[in-house]
């Protein structure tokens, strides 16, 4: 049998769809963003033809796993590739570039289909992922927004994106708003690899002669590492930008921001609590009685001014380069409207 062409990171473009036919649980951990899994053998499967490999014989591990793989093609066949036509031209995607992708190749050749298999698989492109992250943060100029807790930092990053501008949302990307009270109710944080892919995605499509946005983060976003090269090009080389709000607007934008946290009173309670070695237990009885009488306004308060600003106050400058010669960016009022206008002066543009 012929071997199936092999095609590098460099033409991933080429292809109208990228297909990873790992596993179920390998391509959770991490995949090529945009690629679609239609696994050749299930999380199950694969256990099974790894054990009769190491225990009965490789003969009888690619007896049984070749039938595995042909019920799955098929099935994809069947379904999921049913409405292609013959110009359709996928990618397929295992673990190295090896006898797993190597098959669905094969199978979609014969059917017509101008199939190609990556060379080195997912491994090559995690390897790519390092090597980009690595090299490219110092490409870029970027402008770095901070301002204390409540600030919005993240709905005018939003902003700046709407009107053109290139950002970077790490939160975003992280799924955590980067504080202990900043997981997300809906959505679980990714693997630190996903996040990696995710995030050289971005970088990969931005122009290194126009600014990037980025919010000023600390070296985790909740589990999440930020890759070394970004996190030091943004705060040792970027342009800091410091958002001013007031603590009323701040409390109100919160409010807001956070909704999900006031109807569901125990989780906030149990996150809350991770402050204990900071403010003691009398003071976290305090915010959980403040809870608990539904004083939401005077819980935001009181942390923002307890703790949130006196740490932020504590330790930007410290790990912030740029923040003594900071742009200052006042805004008045946290609504969209101020927010928008905020983002228009950002970029040297004034609203209609």
């Not at 995690?126 to 870029?140: C, K, M, N, T």
Request: net charge positive; proline share 4%.
């Amino acid at each position: 049998m012929k071997h199936p062409p092999l095609v590098g990171l460099d033409h991933l473009s080429e292809f109208t769809q990228i297909i990873d036919v790992r596993t179920p649980a390998e391509f959770a951990l991490d995949h090529i963003p945009g690629a679609i899994n239609c696994p050749v053998l299930s999380n199950e499967e694969r256990v099974v033809v790894g054990t009769l490999y190491k225990q009965v014989s490789i003969f009888q591990a690619k007896k049984v796993g070749a039938a595995m793989v042909a019920r799955n093609v098929a099935h994809h066949l069947d379904t999921v590739f049913a409405n292609h036509d013959k110009t359709w031209r996928p990618l397929v995607v295992c673990w190295r570039g090896g006898n797993r992708s190597g098959a669905m190749t094969h199978i979609l050749r014969q059917v017509g289909w101008g199939a190609s298999q990556l060379q080195g698989g997912y491994k090559a492109f995690r390897q790519r992922v390092l090597e980009d992250l690595a090299q490219w943060p110092s490409r870029f100029k970027f402008r770095v927004i901070c301002g204390e807790t409540g600030s919005a930092k993240s709905a005018l990053l939003q902003r700046l994106a709407a009107l053109g501008a290139q950002v970077l949302d790490l939160e975003h990307l992280a799924a955590h708003k980067g504080s202990v009270l900043g997981l997300l109710m809906d959505r679980a944080q990714p693997s630190q690899r996903m996040f990696d892919s995710t995030v050289w995605q971005v970088l990969s499509g931005f122009d290194p002669q126009r600014p990037v946005y980025v919010e000023a983060e600390s070296k985790k976003i909740g589990l999440l590492r930020v890759p070394e090269a970004v996190f030091e090009q943004m705060t040792r080389h970027g342009e800091v930008i410091r958002v001013q709000a007031e603590v009323p607007a701040r409390v109100e934008f919160l409010l807001r921001d956070y909704a999900y946290f006031l109807s569901n009173p125990a989780q906030l309670k149990t996150q809350l609590a991770f402050l204990k070695d900071l403010h003691g237990h009398e003071q976290i009885r305090q915010w959980h009685a403040l809870v608990d009488a539904g004083q939401w306004e005077a819980l935001v308060t009181d942390l923002l001014t307890r703790h949130y600003d006196r740490a932020y106050r504590k330790s930007t400058p410290q790990w912030l380069a740029g923040y003594s010669a900071a742009h200052c960016l006042p805004i008045q009022s946290l609504d969209d409207n101020s927010l928008n206008a905020a983002a228009l002066s950002l970029l040297g543009q004034q609203a209609l």
